[in-house]
Structure formats: structure tokens, C-alpha cells
């Protein structure tokens, strides 16, 4: 790209081709573009923009804000959000769904018994069957 003295290239054109790195301040400002961008989006009820009938729908509306994500972000990120965004939205809406169904949140945490103590090449805990049963006795209140 830039490495021969009569190519001419930008930082920008760098870090959309993903030859450069961006900087924190250069991150904050694609973050800031991809931000305004997902707002045009959602004003206009637009879910999936990197395929049709989304694309087409967000080039039409969003024209200055898709504009500035595609210049400000690099083409890996830019297809990396949009994928992000279809996900995200897809899994908020089934935790909607389950949660109207009448489905009841687990919180969920993990630890080893023992204190997460791992001796040998074998891996195993050290936790002694008294541990475990003290540490289920403790759950159980």
C-alpha cells in the first residue's frame, strides 16, 4: 500500500484494508460512527443491513451515517458489526419470547471444589468428599 515511494496512501485507506492498526482515539471514532449508524437503523426498523432487503432499505435511509461507518471503520469491523448486530437483536428478542412464555432466568456460577485447587499432571481437585459435602451442605442453607 504505502511502502513504495510513489504510491500515495492514507492512514484511513490503511486501516480500512486492515494494513494498520488503529489507534485508541481512531477505535473511538469508528465506535462513534458504528454507534450513530445502529441509531439510523433502529429509527427506521432496519434489522439486517448487510443483506437484502436490509441493505438496499439502510443505503436509502441511512446514506450519511452507513457513509461514515464504512470511512471510519475497517471493512473487518464494519462486516463484523453488522453481523453483531443481527445476532444481538436475534437474542434479545428469544429472551423476550421465553421470558412471555413464563421462562425464569438461572443464575448460573462455577467453581471447583476445594477452592479450585488442581495438583499434578492429572489435573485433579483436592477437595476431599468431606469439602463437597461441606460445600453442598453450605448451599443448601
Known amino acids: 500500500m504505502g511502502w513504495l515511494p510513489f504510491t500515495s496512501s492514507t492512514r484511513g485507506d490503511e486501516i480500512r484494508s486492515g494494513t494498520a492498526i488503529p489507534t485508541r482515539s481512531e477505535r ?5 460512527a458504528r454507534d450513530a449508524y445502529y441509531g439510523c437503523l433502529d429509527a427506521h426498523n432496519i434489522v439486517d443491513a ?3 432487503p436490509g441493505a438496499s432499505a439502510a443505503a436509502k435511509a441511512c446514506p450519511e451515517a452507513s457513509a461514515a461507518f ?3 471503520c475497517a471493512a473487518a469491523w464494519v462486516k463484523y458489526f453488522k453481523q453483531w448486530r443481527v445476532a444481538d437483536i436475534q437474542k434479545r428478542r428469544r429472551i423476550e419470547q421465553l421470558q412471555a412464555e413464563g421462562a425464569v432466568e438461572a443464575n448460573v456460577t462455577s467453581s471447583f471444589a476445594g477452592g479450585g485447587n488442581i495438583s499434578g499432571a492429572g489435573g485433579k ?6 469439602d463437597i459435602q461441606a460445600m453442598l451442605d453450605k448451599k443448601r442453607g
Open 70 to 72: 464504512e470511512q471510519d
Open 125 to 130: 481437585a483436592q477437595a476431599t468428599k468431606d
Open 28 to 32: 473511538a471514532v469508528c465506535w462513534a
Open 50 to 52: 448487510s443483506k437484502e
